[in-house]
C-alpha cells in the first residue's frame, strides 16, 4: 500500500491540532480583523495602563470596537453585526489574549447589557439603545451583583417600588464591569411582582457609579460600585419580557459562554510567551527549551491550551445549532478558566525572574484571570451546577 505520509501537512506549533482546519474563511477573517485590532490598539499600551490601573480613551477604544461589529456581535438586527457564536467566540479569544479587562468590556457590553435589552427589552427600548450601544456610542453595563450577595442573586437587597405611573429604585450593586463609563444600566431588583429589570439612563437623579479603585486583577477595567437612591423611572423603563431569576442567568450564561473562549486566550498569551523565552534565554550553554523539564512543561501546557479550544469550539458549534445548555457552559468556564490559571502559573516558571515583570504579559494574566476564576459564577458554584445535572440532587440549599 502506498505511503500517504508525503500528502500530511507539516506539523504547526501554533495550532498542533489542526483546529484552524474547523473553521471557516469568514471564522478566519473575524479572528484576523480581532486580532489586527489588538495588537494595534492594545498590546502598545496595556502594560502601562495595567500598572497605572486605568483605562484611559475608554470610550473611544468603545467607538473603535463597535466600528469592527465586535459590540453584540451575535446579536441580530439593530446595528449589530449578526455573527456565529463560534465568531463571537474567536474575537473574545484574541480579545483577552490581549487583555481580560478589553473582553470584560466587550463581554459586559454585548453578552449582558445589549443581550438583555434585545432578548427581554420592548421594541421602543431596542430601538431606543441597541443601534447607539453597536456603535460604541453608548456603554453599557448589568447590575446583578451585590456587596453582600454574590452568588446568591436572589437575595439582592435592591428594590424597585410602584410611585404612580413611575418606578422607584433603591438599593447597591457591586463590581460592575464599565460602570463608571456607562449610559445606560441593566439593573436586576427586586418587586412585588418579582426580579425585574430596568433599563436605567445613567443621567438620572440618583444614580451614581463610583469607580473601584485599589484593584490587583482586572487594572486595565473601568469596575464600579453602582448606587441607586431613589432612582425614578417611567414605567416604560421596565424590561417588559421577563420576570424571575431567569432574565440574569440567561444573560450570564451568554457571557459565560465567551469566557470559555476568552480565558484560552490569556492562556495563549502566557503560553507563547513561554516558548519564545525558553527558546532565546540560555542557561549552562544552551537554551533551556532544550531541557527536558521546560520541554514537559511546554507539553503540559499545549495540551491543556488546545484541548481547552477544542470544547470552546464545541460549545460554540453547539450554541449556533441552538442546543447548547447551561450546563454545558458551565463545564467549559470551568474547565477552561482553571486552566487557564495553571498554564500562567507555569509559564511563569519558566520565565523564572522575569515572570513577574511587565516587560512579558504572564503575570498580568494571572493575576487577571483570578478575577475571571470569581466572576460571573466561582468555581464552588459552576462544580455545583454540575453536581446537581450529573445526580439529580441539588445542593446549592
Avoid at 101 to 114: D, F, K, N, T, W
Avoid at 182 to 204: M, N, S
Avoid at 342 to 363: F, H, K, Q, W
Wanted: net charge negative; aromatic share 6%.
Amino acid at each position: 500500500m502506498a505511503s500517504t505520509s508525503r500528502s500530511l501537512p507539516p506539523f504547526d506549533p501554533a495550532d498542533p491540532l489542526g483546529i484552524d482546519d474547523l473553521l471557516e474563511p469568514e471564522d478566519l477573517a473575524v479572528r484576523d480583523t480581532v486580532r489586527r485590532w489588538a495588537a494595534e490598539r492594545v498590546l502598545p499600551y496595556v502594560a502601562e495602563w495595567f500598572e497605572s490601573g486605568e483605562l484611559p480613551g475608554i470610550k473611544e477604544l468603545a467607538r473603535e470596537l463597535g466600528g469592527i461589529g465586535a459590540l453584540g456581535m451575535s446579536l441580530e438586527g439593530y446595528g449589530c453585526a449578526g455573527a456565529s457564536a463560534v465568531q463571537y467566540g474567536l474575537a473574545c479569544l484574541e480579545l483577552e489574549a490581549a487583555d481580560s479587562g478589553i473582553r470584560s468590556l466587550v463581554s459586559v457590553q454585548g453578552s449582558l447589557a445589549m443581550y438583555a435589552i434585545h432578548r427581554f427589552g420592548s421594541e421602543e427600548q431596542k430601538r431606543h439603545w441597541l443601534p447607539r450601544m453597536a456603535a460604541g456610542e453608548v456603554i453599557g453595563c448589568f447590575g446583578l451583583t451585590e456587596p453582600d450577595h454574590g452568588s446568591d442573586p436572589a437575595s439582592m437587597r435592591t428594590h424597585a417600588k410602584r410611585d404612580g405611573g413611575d418606578w422607584v429604585l433603591n438599593g447597591r450593586k457591586m463590581w460592575i464591569t464599565n460602570g463608571s463609563v456607562a449610559g445606560v444600566a441593566v439593573v436586576w431588583a427586586q418587586t412585588e411582582d418579582g426580579i425585574r429589570g430596568f433599563a436605567v439612563p445613567t443621567d438620572t437623579p440618583g444614580f451614581s457609579a463610583p469607580e473601584i479603585k485599589h484593584k490587583w486583577s482586572l487594572r486595565a477595567s473601568v469596575t464600579s460600585e453602582l448606587v441607586l437612591d431613589d432612582v425614578r423611572l417611567p414605567a416604560d423603563a421596565v424590561l417588559p419580557e421577563v420576570v424571575g431569576l431567569k432574565g440574569p442567568l440567561s444573560c450570564l450564561s451568554h457571557a459565560r459562554y465567551g469566557i470559555v473562549w476568552g480565558a484560552m486566550g490569556a492562556a495563549r498569551s502566557s503560553f507563547e510567551a513561554a516558548v519564545d523565552y525558553a527558546k532565546s534565554r540560555e542557561q549552562f550553554g544552551r537554551p533551556i527549551g532544550g531541557f527536558q523539564l521546560t520541554q514537559a512543561k511546554l507539553a503540559d501546557m499545549a495540551v491543556e491550551l488546545h484541548k481547552g479550544i477544542l470544547l470552546a469550539h464545541h460549545l460554540g458549534r453547539r450554541m449556533d445549532a441552538g442546543r447548547l445548555r447551561p450546563e454545558q457552559v458551565s463545564f467549559g468556564k470551568l474547565n477552561n478558566v482553571r486552566e487557564a490559571i495553571d498554564i500562567c502559573r507555569t509559564a511563569r516558571t519558566i520565565l523564572g525572574a522575569n515572570g513577574i515583570s511587565l516587560e512579558y504579559p504572564v503575570m498580568r494574566h494571572a493575576t487577571n484571570l483570578e478575577s475571571v476564576l470569581t466572576y460571573e459564577g466561582t468555581v464552588e458554584m459552576h462544580q455545583l451546577v454540575l453536581g446537581k445535572a450529573l445526580t439529580g440532587l441539588d445542593a446549592f440549599r
